[in-house]
């Protein structure tokens, strides 16, 4: 299974990097596996997230996402949306924007692809940290079958009774991000925060209202025994409107790694490139996760996942004004999803104890 699922990761990454020895040289070489290495850090945590929505979906919907999804991360979220951003908020036409990108010498107005993408960080982060603190919130808000942190989790969980407070706490947060880090961008960021927050509403809304209309037709029919619970699996729109959900998930954690990687290059291929490779590996991981059954088996990875969301989220909309290391957001993630593999393992191995001395009892 692991060959299986990593196999095209592998091959990719052989491919890539032989590439990129042959045409940039051994700095090229260097530079494409630094900038793997980035996106895999900076993006473990969205792996993690991901699996929690792939096992939802048929197994005709996770090879698109493996498949169409790649495409989609590789080419669309890290070479032609950066076009895109840099173009819109700096009014560039399409010509003008490809010109920049493809010289990074060359300046308009003063400025080169780099420094536009920089100017347009703050968009790029409230956007971006707006959708991911849904993310955060919904799940923190929601009831769970399991707690990890409990004395916090609980209180919370009652709270998040109230309708429609994860809208109005984000609000809350955008609006006083605007007001603390965005200076004369203000009205910049308040736009882009309210497209991120109605862009997670409509996507997330959607799928839940054909996931769930999906569920009632088929939940006698269809059982999956993990944990005890049933999974039903679902296709057709529920699972489209996933698959976008997964795709614009993607997009939010990308960002900081795409501004991030002008500080190693200024070569939009090397990037595209380097990052692409990234983002085979945290694809595959996904569906080994699922394949594996992994969440299962560990229950309090979702949360550590999540928890790491939340602080990439607090991270993006920081980053309007100050720079926060890539190495920063990377170790965040990696220690919040340790700790809870850990305690994980550490419930795993209380309850198997205390199922022994049962049966000895």
Not at 94 to 113: C, F, M, Q, R, W
Not at 273 to 292: D, E, F, H, N, Q
Not at 346 to 353: D, F, I, L, S
Request: glycine fraction near 10%.
């Amino acid at each position: 299974m692991f060959l299986r699922t990593f196999g095209w990761s592998f091959a990719i990454t052989i491919a890539g990097l032989v590439a990129a020895g042959l045409i940039w040289g051994a700095e090229g070489f260097g530079v494409v596996l630094i900038l793997s290495i980035l996106e895999i850090s900076l993006s473990f945590d969205n792996a993690v997230v991901n699996a929690t929505v792939l096992k939802r979906m048929n197994p005709f919907w996770q090879k698109i996402f493996l498949t169409v999804g790649v495409l989609i991360a590789v080419f669309g979220m890290r070479l032609i949306f950066p076009l895109l951003v840099v173009g819109l908020t700096a009014h560039l036409s399409p010509g003008t924007v490809i010109e920049l990108a493809l010289d990074s010498t060359k300046t308009y107005n003063g400025h080169t692809y780099a420094e536009y993408l920089e100017l347009a960080n703050p968009a790029i982060a409230a956007f971006g940290g707006i959708f991911l603190l849904m993310i955060f919130l919904d799940f923190i808000f929601e009831e769970k079958d399991f707690n990890w942190l409990r004395w916090l989790e609980k209180p919370l969980e009652k709270i998040g009774k109230l309708d429609a407070l994860s809208s109005v706490i984000a609000l809350v947060v955008l609006a006083l991000s605007a007001r603390l880090f965005a200076a004369d961008r203000a009205e910049t960021v308040l736009l882009a925060g309210i497209c991120g927050l109605a862009t997670y509403l409509a996507v997330n809304g959607l799928s839940g209202v054909f996931e769930s209309g999906l569920e009632a037709q088929e939940e006698a029919e269809e059982e999956a025994e993990k944990s005890g619970r049933s999974l039903v699996q679902v296709g057709g729109k529920a699972a489209f409107f996933l698959f976008l959900y997964l795709e614009v998930l993607d997009a939010s954690f990308s960002f900081d790694g795409v501004v991030g990687a002008f500080a190693i290059s200024q070569d939009i291929f090397q990037i595209t490139l380097g990052l692409g490779i990234g983002a085979m590996y945290i694809r595959s991981l996904t569906v080994y996760l699922v394949r594996k059954g992994t969440l299962d088996d560990y229950v309090y990875l979702e949360h550590g996942a999540h928890y790491a969301i939340g602080a990439l989220a607090v991270i993006l909309l920081v980053s309007i004004e100050y720079h926060i290391p890539e190495i920063v957001t990377g170790l965040i993630g990696v220690a919040f999803i340790g700790a809870a593999l850990a305690s994980s393992v550490v419930r795993n191995r209380r309850e198997q104890a205390l199922e022994s001395s049962s049966v000895a009892g």
